[in-house]
Nanobody
Framework: QVQLVESGGGLVQAGGSLRLSCAAS????????MGWYRQAPGKQRDLVAT???????NYADSVKGRFTISRDNAKNTVYLQMNSLKPEDTAVYYC???????????????WGQGTQVTVSS
């Protein structure tokens, strides 16, 4: 199994910055794409950003130019630097990863528990 643990959420004023981290642990053989999703109250969970194992990022239009995703493959960790935060960025942010566990031969999808980000106006 793979565990994803997020950190770095909190309360920030509009225009401020936060950096989220997500560390993967467990019986990991390999990790492919990693990413961040978010879910605001009463809304569906939406893509924020993803990054391939080679470092190619993909962003939702709503965060382009403000958020930057990166990863450290040696640490099995993905980061999300969030700048120029807006009240509409308020949500629970979830880490996601496609990983192969030792003894298996296929990728499975894993989710973290989520971390709350609140942006006040």
């Amino acid at each position: 199994q793979v565990q994803l643990v997020e950190s770095g959420g909190g309360l920030v004023q509009a225009g401020g910055s936060l950096r989220l981290s997500c560390a993967a642990s467990g019986s990991i053989f390999a990790i492919n794409a990693m990413g961040w999703y978010r879910q605001a109250p009463g809304k569906q969970r939406d893509l924020v950003a993803t990054i391939t194992s080679g470092g190619t990022p993909n962003y939702a239009d709503s965060v382009k130019g403000r958020f930057t995703i990166s990863r450290d493959n040696a640490k099995n960790t993905v980061y999300l630097q969030m700048n120029s935060l807006k009240p509409e960025d308020t949500a629970v942010y979830y880490c996601n990863a496609d990983a192969i566990t030792k003894g298996t031969y296929y990728y499975a999808n894993y989710w973290g528990q989520g971390t709350q980000v609140t942006v006040s106006s």
